[in-house]
Structures are given as C-alpha cells and as structure tokens.
C-alpha cells in the first residue's frame, strides 16, 4: 500500500500538487473537465470590475464545488490595491486564500519585491492565507516568511511565456534554504518542466497558460498532473547522484574469455 | 441623482438601492461583491443600500486568471 503524501496548506491537505488556473480558455465550460483530468485541488481567478454593458461574468459556475479557490490580485500595482483587492475577494464568501500578485512592469510582468512584502505583512495579520508571487530571491523570500506567508510562488519565467525554469539555479537555492513551501508559479511551459520542478523538490506547480492555450486542454490537463506526480514521487524516492565519468552498471568481472584470478 | 458606477458616471433615479442598481446592468447580485465610498458592503446588506447623490460604487466579479 503506498503512503499517501498530502501537501498541508492552509489548514487544507491537498494530495494534488498541481494548482491549475482559469484564465485564457478558449471556452471556460472546459474548467470541469479540466480539474478533472488535472486532479487539481486549488485553482485561481481574478477580480475585475463588472462590465456594465454585459452583466458579470460568472467564471464561478465552471468551478467544482470541492476545488480550494485562490483568488490573485493581478491589476495591483502597490501593497495598498492588492490588500483592497484581496478583501474584495475574501467578501465573495469563497474563503481566504489570496495569491498575491503586485506587478507594475508591463512588459515582463515582473513581482514588486518590496511591495508584495508589504502586502503580505497586513493580509496575513489579517487572517489570510497569504501565497505570494515573487522573483527567487532568497532575501525576498526570507522577507515574506517573516511577513507571515504560507508558502511562496517564484516564477520560473515571466507569466505565459511558456519558456520553462528559467530561474532554476535559484529555485534550487529557496528550496535549499526555506522552510515555508515552493510552488513554482508561472512560465512552466511542458508537463517535463513541471516534473522538474518536483523532481527538485518544490512543493507543488502552478500552470496556467500550458494547459488553457494547448490544443487540447484536457489532455495536457491529465499530462501535467502526471508529471507533477511523478516529479514528486521521483523526489520522495531520491534522486542517484550525478557523476562526471561512467560508471558501470553491470558487472565488470566475468567476462568471456576471461582468466581466472587476472586479465 | 450622479452616481459615478465602475468608474461610468450615470444619472439614476433617487431612491435606488444597491441591490436595484446591480440588477439595472444586469448582474447577478449573487457573484458580485460590492464597494461603495471605498467600503465593503456585504451582499446581504445590498438591498438595505440606498444610494446617495455622490456615491462612487465599484461592482466586481470573480473572472479567468491565473
């Protein structure tokens, strides 16, 4: 029987890994299908302003009723909008998970450093369960686990690029030096680059853009869940060792031909 | 009455509530959350709203993102 292995985040145990998204889909009538197929338990929305010429949008009514939602506060450019934002989200009523997202680079859609910390300080003192994204910086990141983060999510490229682990040398270093849980957010690109990421160790992947932008979404949702899977499982049974010359991996005595007691 | 609405100054009628105004843009009142003056008005408290000549509202939902 195997031991199950559950990811404990705000007071959740989640025994997926993979965090989906619900932006950019062609259709969003294929979220059901694809929180299925993921086996994702968290999955995240945004917060906009209701178009009054054609009513509300209801990204609500694609979610299955059991998924943990982890509304971001993307369209944040300081602390102070992300902390409004965020209590926006938490007076829908869908919990208190908030993904913190404070970025004023349009071009690379880069985290703000200082002012995702602040936000952090005031939203976790406020009760949220607070998953901020960042750049891998291991003094930033020190930062938000002393501003009260529950996990944090460095990116490994910039947000729907699909170019990969970019950052991965420094995503080795937050995984090696941080306590608080990795869920390596944006830029993931291939289910083999997620697998990477938990084969490193991060705690859990967020993919958006990869699975909503796929020619099929279902199935690349089904291909990244089991990536992240067996990325983990690869990481749980530990990785062999790296070596610069070969080593053989069958014997080498007893060949044909060979003298007994010499060559 | 000037009620300035998601950033859209409309003339409204006195005597609405925030609940009647949701409805009037054709939202449903149960997928939105609500600031009015930059305060948080619960949803059950949208009908017991009236809104005043002045008042900047702002009404959200929960849309794609990632």
């Known amino acids: 029987m195997e031991q199950t292995d559950t990811f404990e985040l705000g007071g959740r145990a989640l025994t997926s890994r993979l965090f989906t998204g619900t932006g950019k ?21 945004a917060l906009r302003r209701v178009d009054l010429d054609k009513g509300a949008d209801n990204v609500m009514r694609h979610i299955p009723g059991h998924m943990t939602l982890l509304p971001n506060t993307s369209g944040a450019r300081t602390a102070d909008e992300a902390v409004r934002i965020a209590r926006l989200a938490r007076a829908m009523g869908c919990g208190n998970w908030i993904k913190i997202e404070v970025i004023s680079d349009n071009r690379y859609l880069l985290p703000d ?11 976790a003192r406020e009760g949220f369960v607070v998953l901020p994204y960042m750049n891998p910086d291991l003094y930033v990141a020190r930062s938000l686990a002393n501003a009260g983060a529950a996990a944090i999510m460095p990116l490994g490229a910039p947000i729907g690029t ?34 990477q990421a938990m084969e490193m160790g991060a705690h859990a992947c967020l993919v958006n853009t990869a699975i909503a932008t796929a020619a099929d ?17 690869a990481y749980l049974a530990g990785l062999g ?23 | 009455m000037r009620v300035i609405v998601n950033g859209r100054e409309m003339m409204l009628d ?14 449903d009142p149960a997928v939105v959350v609500a ?3 930059r305060n948080i008005v619960p949803s059950s408290a949208f009908s017991e709203t009236m809104l005043q000549d002045g008042d900047r509202v702002e009404l959200l939902s929960f849309v794609g993102g990632g």
């Open chain 2, 35 to 37: 600031e009015l003056n």
């Open chain 1, 162 to 195: 699909n170019r990969g682990l970019r950052t991965e040398e420094m995503i080795r270093i937050l995984i090696e030096e941080m306590s608080l849980p990795i869920i390596v957010d944006a830029g993931i690109g291939t289910p083999s680059q997620a697998c």
């Open chain 1, 25 to 45: 889909y062609g259709d969003d009538g294929l979220i059901p299908a694809v929180c299925e197929a993921s086996g994702s338990q968290v999955i995240t929305v």
């Open chain 1, 217 to 233: 979404p279902i199935g690349m949702a089904r291909a990244f869940g089991q990536a992240v899977q067996a990325g983990r499982r």
């Open chain 1, 113 to 123: 450093g200082y002012e995702t910390v602040r936000a952090t300080e005031i939203l």
């Open chain 1, 241 to 263: 060792s790296v070596a610069a010359l070969a080593r053989a991996s069958s014997p080498l005595t007893g060949f044909l031909d060979q003298e007994e007691g010499g060559i």
């Open chain 2, 14 to 27: 006195g005597g609405l509530s925030l609940r009647d105004l949701i409805a009037s843009v054709h939202a």
